[in-house]
């Protein structure tokens, strides 16, 4: 069983940026495909990136090259650097671990882009 726990969100402005962490515990990490998802109420979770275990990584098209995910084999943490945020940004962001049929997510860190 993997825990995963978010985070680094919290209230910024547009244009500005943040930091969200996801540490992960109780699993081998560098098995784990890690990703990062975002929600808005009443729409379904997207996907906002995600890197394997040999950090390859793969983004949004909506997202314009502002985010970089990364991870840290050693401290078994994965990043998501969001620079110039939006108010199109908003919105609760989940980690998730995945790796064949074992599929782990976090509670969530909410992300609020407002003046």
């Known amino acids: 069983q993997v825990q995963l726990v978010e985070s680094g969100g919290g209230l910024v402005q547009p244009g500005g940026s943040l930091r969200l962490s996801c540490g992960a515990s109780?699993?081998?990490?560098?098995?784990?495909?890690m990703a990062w998802y975002r929600q808005v109420p009443g729409n379904q979770r997207e996907l906002v990136a995600s890197i394997t275990p040999g950090k390859l990584t793969i983004y949004a098209d909506s997202l314009e090259g502002r985010f970089t995910i990364s991870r840290d084999n050693a401290k078994t943490t994965v990043f998501l650097q969001m620079n110039n945020l939006k108010p199109e940004d908003t919105a609760v962001y989940y980690c998730?671990?995945?790796?064949?049929?074992?599929?782990?997510w976090g509670q969530g860190t909410q992300v609020t882009v407002s003046s």
């Open positions: 998730r671990a995945s790796a064949g049929r074992n599929d782990y």
């Open positions: 109780g699993g081998i990490f560098t098995l784990y495909t």
